[in-house]
């Protein structure tokens, strides 16, 4: 085979030649046979050169080896099929056969039941269907179906055969008749053309192979069939000739790294065979992968995959993250797919040694593809098992820029030196290399090295002394160089020694041209492509690109293996939507004939298109098939000049695909390739067939032989001899017991058989064997393929054992391992026995052994008490049989009783028990929480080795709960039952009030202190005012001690403090305190701004809060008022009103009104209340005023007056006096008077008037209101003549000067002017009645009052309680603020959260939102529904208004108890030894209380059908969560089920899944019954027997064991059968007796003497038979006289009783003989069953008459 590519047209004769030539020196064996099938196989493939003669002389020379092999133990014959050509694969569906049929042989001719006889059939994909030869006439029989007859085994003529055949038509199969039996068997097929005919068919005893029948030849064979001993063929020991197997008989053959999950698997001749197959045709499939991702960019988001595909067989897979130990074991189905994401931590990062490998190890052959890509940039490779791991490779990666180019090296074995010569320079480590000088790195096993950096690594040579694998990529690559498209690329690459020299060259799918790069993996590589004009002569690790343009295929050649690269080119390049990728190229001989692919279809990977390429011979094309479906395509064409070549490629779904050929047999390429619209690619090969390689072996032809001396035969020499074939040839050791023999003692020789073969033949020989000569000896052969040894043979010198010692610990510990160790001495192979001896009885029950080389160790593991007896130690070899006996006395320490859980009131006594069993005997003591516990609280009494004690607990309280148990104590051992836990519970009781009474000042801390004690701990709450208390305070609680902690206190908080103190069994309440909080007045009434007419009442309202109560005050511009009348009101809440009351205003009353509220710790003044009282104004001018001329006007007669305004009259104005009311500027001006009478006319002097206003002074508004914080600005705007000259302003009556106050004054038109107030941030004391005072000089006047109201948020809530508390709801209620902030409250807020964190859909009533809990201020209540039973709520409830909220108010509750709401979980029941079982189980998800469980057990045929037969049980009701249920049945599987249920209320939850326990198996516990025995031969008896009842099997029945035995000759025979377990042999049954039936005897009496007595008469005398071999009662004698002289016989039977007896013999006299003759005399016995043999003749003559 692995010179098939060199030998051209001569391949035919050169593999007719080699074959013929190794037949002849019968060189081949087993591995060697497949081989040569192998290459005839590949022969055909590559060449297709054989001709029908080579065919004949190929089949001649199979015959010639198969028949040759059956001196060797084989029985083979074949015979090739005539309609193909070469061989067919006997690798094919290889199946082992087992025994169906028994056929026994006789002298007549019999029939067989054919309807009872079974027919396995396989396809050729292994699937397999067993029929009866009745209905094989129903079968549609394809061709290629393979039938096989289970094996035939003739007894007595210790006969077995398989018969294999493979019909186009069935026809009759007929088993080979062996040689000393005549028997025929009769199959009759209804399928044969006769189909009503029987076939009886008798074969010639000497007839190697039967031949058809005339009726049989009727039906035409397609392909082959033979006949193969299997016996012979399981002794055979197959040689292979690969390294990883050589000289192991495949009987013994454990599988090796691809078996490893397997470990202790041996493994069959049809696995052996389909190893070799996968060793020899290396290919992509395997079992065992490492697999490797390279750092790609962007690393973020670059996803790892795996993709395992499966063929015929369903694998167990098991992945391994090797840098995270992390294992997962997955069953695959056959033919399909799983896709594996990797986490991004296993990418190779940095250079360095690392283990981040994916290792994948399956127990069937698989397929793995690895993916690494984001969808714009991706790529993936096919991974190759370790099976095609070389030493040398070259590698491909392309030339890069800016992304960095990387490699990495796996190792399989440790110690692997790697060498690396790369194109560039690197260094690593210190190491610096190029490309004459190395890089040298070490690896183990399992281990990886990675190196990356921005260099062209194409053409690295990269070596080792151990296979390895090689992988390589790129970050990103652009192909060609600096052409617009960016993408990754990764490979595999396959090792120089499997690469190929002829390439089918194509353009992936969808683009315009593709490059290739070709790397030389020798020197003078020529590249050429032909048609072209392209070739180049390259060297080893250099490398040739060119571009292939689409569509043409064209064909590679390289002179030497290549390596070739198939790029796809960058987008820009032919404006396709496709970047580069890279695939590694399947030469010719790399295709294989199917493929079982899979496209990832992942939207993070991409690829939106999915292509499969194939490359496969023209005249094959139209067979190939995708998923069994055809395909239309075109296709483009390519010769090697041997062959041509088709090449289309085909659009499929992103999906799993089977592709193969139809019918025809050949191999094809196929490439897997992917576009993508995000300007992505990947391509990869489908998989790849490798070239079988040669390498050396060894193959052990002889193998030494055992041998026994007997001492008493006094001086002997011994020798052994091996042989072996090798290539090259190999040096022999001989070993005895491990070491080497002296090279004086050995003698080797080889002899050379031809180039590739030597035989060496080694002896060694000791002249005289001494007892020290006793041992196993093996010789070993070694050469550069390693070494192999041989099997062991033993020499013995043999004589009588004797017993040394018995050595061992005799006094063990319970639960210890003993080793009794029983050393004798016996040169031959011993028998030993180890026997327990108990109440003077012999158990034969066999223990547990484990043997060596003279010791015989009795391990007994866990030992009981029960393990305490005599055990004898029985050595027997031929020459005699010794015993000694030792006595085991086991100390022990056992509970028997353990203290059980109790929940005890206060106050009542209780008591708990416990009882242990121990030797030597316990001391016992009582611990509590691990401590001990006084002895005189407890007493002791002791039964035998038993000792109990009761624990009385008097008066219990609080102090007594905790944990309990036994301790047991004796010399040797210490042991603890189990705990116990005493729960004492109490109702709460109170330990300390809290303090009865503080008053403390506003914003002062205060701290509260309660303890309320109890069993269970009481959970404490505070309760203020009867109602539960707040959140936004502390409170700390801890071991009954709460502590409750008011910081920053406001008046709300007042009121009356206590503790409440709850658990299960009741409730209690401390005294109260009482809180006091003393703190200013806070005004909550304001007076307000009054306009009112004289003479009406009036009335002013002034209040607050504050305590202690206070006094109010009222002030009329500033000062104090006492005359009128103040109505007070004192109400609750601290709270107080005064009225001032004047009930009949006048002039004076108006002003600026304040009211104080003052106490000793504090006043506060209101805002200031403007009172206007309205009346009319006037002014009066007496002329009198008016100085006219210095003096009164006088007249005769008396002159009329006349008033004058600015020298006009005044209508009407005619008095002296002149009164102007309702003034107003219009009346500013000059009066005079004027006095008339006849006499003339005289005016007065000007009395100039004027008019002065007080000011106006306007605010347009009386409230503002302002958010706390912000700014506030008040502008008022003031008139007067004449105009005012300046503003003071005013807050509750004090002028307001300098910062925070910012005051301007603007002059305005028409005598008015205006002023602002503005005082950037408010705070809360700039609330308050603002005025402005304006002046012009001569009277001042104040604005209205602006009442300014800070807004804040508001204080909190007040007694929060919780009510009308189920076990999913409460009622929360609550008080309205105190203070509400000046501002409407807009709604209340509650925040429910669970204490444990648990979530629930939580609801509240009235909530105006559907996801959270808001309710209306007008609402001081809501209900909270969908809460979780027996859980602890924390709910926060504050005010809200549009400033902001409230501090939060806290309270705590738990909702009520009520029905578990989930079953236990991780429910299980383990065995714990043969009549118990431990029950486990977890407490429910939701137990909603305080819980028990109860736990059912029953026995049924189902778990959920229990019939009145059955029986259910409440086997435990507490509250532990296991149980061991006790006194069992052995080996017994119970059912349980555990129902969890609430304490408080009885309420159960639902019932857990039911599990079901089984008990340990033990030794059974009766005899097989109903014994009986039939004679059936001479020498044999039928035994039969039917197994105990099942319920004392006690386990499942694993082996019989039969004693019999024969007291003495012609008596009975005694047989007795006892049944064993896993763990042992039960009781033996009762003995039953038999006798063998007769035979003739073995031997023929030894005829001693024949004497005349007379002339014809003659005594004859014999010696008796010996009783073991007369095989019955001897009845007499058949005595032949042969007359020698006259030529007659005389035969005489002659009856025992005729005979004469005389010590150990007999004799007769024969009378009547005849005168004067010679006779030849011989006898023969007989009994009833027949004759034996005659004996020697003994000559006598008679004498004459």
């Excluded at 004492?984 to 303090?995: A, E, H, L, R, T």
């Excluded at 203020?1024 to 707040?1030: H, P, V």
């Amino acid at each position: 085979s692995q010179q098939l590519e060199t030998q051209g047209a001569n391949a035919s004769e050169f593999v007719i030649n080699t074959l013929s030539s190794a037949t002849s020196n019968r060189i081949l064996y087993g591995g060697d046979i497949v081989a040569a099938v192998s290459a005839l196989t590949k022969l055909n493939q590559v060449t297709n050169t054989i001709t029908e003669s080579e065919l004949n002389k190929l089949t001649n020379i199979q015959s010639n080896l198969f028949n040759q092999q059956n001196k060797e133990g084989w029985q083979y014959q074949q015979k090739f099929c005539q309609s193909t050509k070469g061989s067919p694969d006997i690798l094919k569906n290889f199946e082992e056969l087992s025994t169906k049929a028994t056929i026994t042989p006789s002298n007549s001719l019999k029939k067989i039941n054919t309807n009872n006889l079974d027919l396995q059939i396989y396809n050729l994909n292994g699937a397999s269907a067993t029929a009866d030869f009745s209905t094989l006439s129903n079968l549609n029989k394809p061709p290629g179906i393979q039938i096989s007859l289970s094996k035939a085994a003739i007894q007595n003529g210790q006969f077995t055969k398989v018969v294999v055949v493979r019909y186009k038509t069935l026809s009759n199969i007929i088993p080979k008749i062996p040689a000393n039996s005549r028997s025929t068997v009769e199959l009759t097929s209804k399928s044969h053309v006769n189909r009503n005919s029987e076939i009886y068919q008798e074969a010639d005893m000497n007839e190697k192979v039967l031949k058809p029948s005339d009726e049989q030849k009727e039906v035409t064979e397609e392909c082959f069939w033979s006949i193969v001993d299997k016996n012979s063929l399981s002794q055979f020991r197959f040689v292979t000739v690969l390294k990883d197997l050589q000289g192991i008989p495949l009987k013994s053959l454990k599988k090796r790294s691809d078996f490893n999950h397997y470990p202790n698997h041996e493994v069959t001749v049809a696995e052996s065979l389909e190893m070799i197959q996968r060793y020899i045709q290396r290919t992509s499939r395997g079992r065992e992968f490492n697999i490797v991702f390279l750092k790609n960019n962007p690393e973020s988001a670059f996803r790892q995959h795996l993709v395992i595909t499966t063929y015929n067989h369903a694998p167990t897979v098991r992945i391994t993250n090797l840098n995270s130990s992390t294992t997962d074991i997955y069953q695959l189905n056959a033919t399909s797919y799983k896709i594996f994401n990797m986490p991004s931590s296993i990418k190779l990062e940095h250079n360095e040694v690392n283990n981040k490998i994916i290792n994948i190890v399956a127990d069937q052959d698989i397929s793995v593809a690895a993916y690494q890509g984001v969808p714009h940039l991706q790529d993936g490779y096919r991974a190759l098992p370790v099976t095609a791991y070389g030493k040398e490779y070259v590698t491909v990666h392309y030339s890069t820029n800016s992304a960095p180019a990387s490699f990495a090296v796996v190792a399989i074995e440790d110690n692997t030196a790697v060498s690396i010569l790369p194109p560039t320079s690197i260094s690593y480590q210190s190491q610096l290399a190029n490309s004459t000088k190395p890089l040298n790195i070490t690896l183990n096993r399992h281990t990886v090295f990675y190196y990356a950096a921005t260099a062209n690594f194409t053409g690295t040579l990269i070596t080792a002394d151990k296979p390895i694998a090689v992988f390589g990529n790129n970050w990103g690559v652009k192909v060609p160089l600096n052409v617009e498209g960016l993408d990754y690329s990764i490979a595999q690459y396959p090792a120089i020694e499997y690469l190929g020299t002829i390439y089918i060259l194509s353009v992936f799918p969808g683009r315009g041209n593709d490059t290739y790069r070709i790397v030389a993996a020798y020197d003078n590589t020529n590249v050429s492509i032909p048609d072209s004009s392209f070739e180049s002569t390259i060297n080893k690790a250099n490398f040739v690109e060119f571009v292939l343009e689409a569509p043409l295929a064209r064909t590679l050649y390289c002179s030497s293996p290549c390596l070739v690269a198939h790029y796809s080119q960058g987008h820009s390049t032919d404006n396709t939507a496709s970047d580069p990728s890279l695939a590694i190229v399947q030469s010719i001989n790399q295709f294989m004939t199917d493929y079982s692919l899979y496209y990832l279809d992942d939207p993070s990977f991409g690829s939106d298109i999915a292509y499969i390429t194939v490359t496969v011979p023209t005249r094959f094309r139209t067979y190939i098939r995708i998923d069994n479906n055809p395909i239309n395509v075109t296709w483009e064409n390519a010769t090697t000049g041997v062959d041509s070549y088709s090449v289309a490629s085909i659009i499929v779904t992103k999906s799993y695909h089977l592709v193969n050929l139809s019918s025809a047999v050949s191999t094809f390429g196929l490439l897997q390739y992917g576009s993508s619209g995000a300007t992505g690619a990947y391509s990869l090969s489908g998989g790849y067939q490798f070239k079988s390689t040669f390498r050396s072996y060894i193959s052990i032809v002889t193998q030494p032989s055992s041998l026994t001396v007997f001492e008493n035969n006094g001086s002997q020499a011994f020798f052994m001899t091996c042989m072996a074939s090798a290539y090259p040839t190999a040096t022999v050791t001989w070993y005895r017991k491990g070491l080497a023999i002296q090279a004086a003692n050995v003698s080797t020789t080889a002899t050379f058989v031809n180039a590739t073969t030597t035989n060496i033949t080694s002896t060694f020989e000791y002249p005289t064997a001494t007892a020290d000569d006793s041992g196993t000896y093996f010789c070993q052969f070694s050469s550069l393929a390693g070494t192999l040894n041989s099997a062991i043979a033993t020499f013995t010198y043999s004589r009588e054992p004797y017993i040394v010692s018995i050595d061992g610990n005799k006094n063990p510990i319970q639960g210890q391992t003993i080793l009794l160790t029983c050393h004798y001495r016996s040169v031959l192979n011993a028998n030993v026995t180890w026997r327990q001896l108990t109440s003077g009885a012999i158990n034969y029950d066999p223990i547990s052994i484990d043997k060596y080389y003279n010791a015989t160790t009795l391990q007994i593991t866990n030992v009981t008490r029960m393990d305490s007896a005599i055990y004898d130690c029985q050595v027997e070899n031929p020459s005699g049989t010794v015993n000694m006996s030792v006595a085991v006395n086991v100390n022990y320490a056992t509970v028997v009783q353990s203290p059980s859980n109790r929940t005890i009131l206060a106050g009542n006594n209780g008591l708990v028990q416990c009882a242990l069993v121990g030797y030597p005997q316990l001391t016992l003591s009582w611990y509590k929480n691990n401590a001990p516990i006084p002895s005189q609280k407890y007493s002791v009494t002791s039964i035998r080795a038993q000792v109990s004690s009761v624990l009385m607990l008097n008066s219990i309280n609080i102090s007594d709960s905790g944990s309990y148990k036994c301790r047991g104590e004796n010399n040797l051992s210490v042991i603890f039952t189990q705990e116990a836990f005493i729960n004492v519970y109490s109702p709460p009781f109170v330990i300390q009030n809290p303090n009865n009474s503080i008053v403390v000042n506003i914003n002062s801390s205060i701290e509260l202190s309660c303890r309320i004690d109890g069993s269970p701990t009481p959970n404490i709450t505070w309760i203020k005012n009867n109602q539960t208390t707040i959140s936004s305070k502390f409170i700390i609680s801890s071991n009954g001690t709460s502590t409750l902690t008011l910081n920053n206190v406001i008046p709300s908080d007042s009121g009356k403090y206590s503790c409440k103190g709850a658990n299960t069994y009741g409730t209690i309440y401390t005294s109260n305190a009482t809180v006091t909080i003393l703190y200013p007045p806070i005004l909550s009434i304001q007076p307000n701004n009054v306009t009112i007419i004289q003479g009406k009442r009036l009335k002013l309202n002034c209040g607050g809060f504050g305590f202690p109560i206070f006094n109010i005050s009222w002030y009329k511009n500033n000062k104090l008022i006492t005359s009128h009348f103040t109505n007070f009101t004192t109400g609750s809440n601290n709270s107080r009103n005064g009225s001032l009351i004047i009930t009949a205003t006048n002039a004076t009353d108006g002003g600026f009104y304040t009211c104080i509220l003052r106490n000793n710790l504090g006043f506060i003044s209101s805002m200031v209340s403007w009172v206007d009282v309205q009346y009319n104004g006037y002014i009066t001018l007496n002329h009198e005023d008016l100085n006219v001329n210095d003096g009164p006007f006088r007249g005769i007669p008396m002159p009329n007056i006349t008033w004058l305004f600015n020298g006009n009259p005044i209508p009407g104005a005619n008095r002296s006096l002149l009164g102007l009311i309702n003034l107003n500027l219009t009346n500013t001006g000059n009066y005079q008077c004027m006095f008339q009478n006849p006499a003339g006319s005289t005016v007065s002097a000007i009395a100039s008037v004027f008019i002065y206003t007080i000011p106006v002074v306007n605010i347009t508004r009386t409230r503002l209101y302002v958010p706390l914080g912000k700014t506030i600005a008040i502008t008022c705007n003031g008139s007067s003549a004449p105009a005012p000259v300046s503003v003071t302003w005013r807050k509750n009556n004090t002028d307001l000067i300098g910062s925070p106050y910012d005051i301007t004054f603007t002059n305005l038109i028409n005598s008015m002017v205006t002023s602002t107030l503005r005082i950037n941030t408010s705070r809360h004391e700039d609330a308050g009645l603002y005025n402005c005072i304006m002046s012009n000089n001569y009277r001042n006047a104040s604005s209205r009052a602006i009442n300014v109201t800070i807004l804040e948020s508001p204080w909190s809530v007040r007694n929060v309680k919780i009510s009308v508390i189920t076990s999913s709801s409460f009622l929360v209620s609550w008080e309205r603020p105190v203070f509400i902030g000046n501002t409407p409250l807009t709604n209340y807020s509650l925040s429910i959260t669970n204490a444990n964190d648990q979530s629930s859909e939580i609801s509240c009533s009235s909530s105006i939102i559907s996801d959270g809990c808001i309710v209306s201020p007008t609402i001081t209540s809501t209900n909270i529904s969908g809460l979780l039973p027996n859980s602890r709520y924390n709910i926060q409830i504050w005010a809200s208004n549009i400033v902001g909220n409230s501090g939060k108010e806290f309270v705590s509750e738990m909702t009520d108890e009520t029905n578990p709401g989930s079953a236990v979980r991780n429910l299980y029941a383990l065995g714990y030894n043969s009549t118990s079982i431990r029950i486990v189980w977890e407490p429910p998800s939701m137990p909603n209380g305080r819980i028990n469980y109860r736990l059912y057990q029953w026995i049924a045929d189902s778990p959920f059908i229990i019939t009145s037969n059955d029986t259910s049980a409440l086997i435990y009701d507490g509250s532990s969560t296991s149980f061991d249920s006790e006194n069992l049945e052995e080996n017994q599987m119970y059912y349980y089920q555990v129902v969890a249920y609430n304490i408080k209320y009885e309420l159960t939850g639902p019932d857990s899944m039911v599990i079901n326990g089984t008990t340990y198996e033990d030794v059974p516990s009766s005899a097989p019954i109903n014994l009986t025995v039939t004679q059936t031969s001479a020498r044999s008896i039928s035994v039969s027997w039917q197994p105990m009842p099942v319920r004392d099997r006690n386990g499942v029945i694993i082996t019989y064991h039969i004693t019999y035995y024969s007291s003495q000759w012609m008596h009975e025979n005694s047989l007795k059968v006892d049944a064993a377990t896993v763990i042992g042999y039960g009781p033996t049954s009762t003995e039953i007796f038999a006798n063998t039936s007769e035979s003739a005897p073995d031997v023929s009496p030894v005829l001693q003497s024949v004497t005349l007595v007379n002339n014809n008469s003659a005594q004859i005398s014999w010696q008796l038979i010996p009783e073991r071999q007369r095989n019955g009662i001897i009845l007499g004698y058949l005595i032949i006289l042969n007359n020698t002289k006259f030529g007659f016989v005389d035969n005489r039977t002659i009856l025992i009783n005729r005979t004469t007896s005389s010590g150990n013999g007999q004799s007769i006299i024969a009378v009547d003989l005849k005168y004067f003759s010679s006779y030849d005399v011989s006898l023969s016995a007989f009994t009833v069953a027949g004759a034996g043999p005659y004996s020697l003749k003994k000559p006598i003559k008679t004498l004459e008459s």
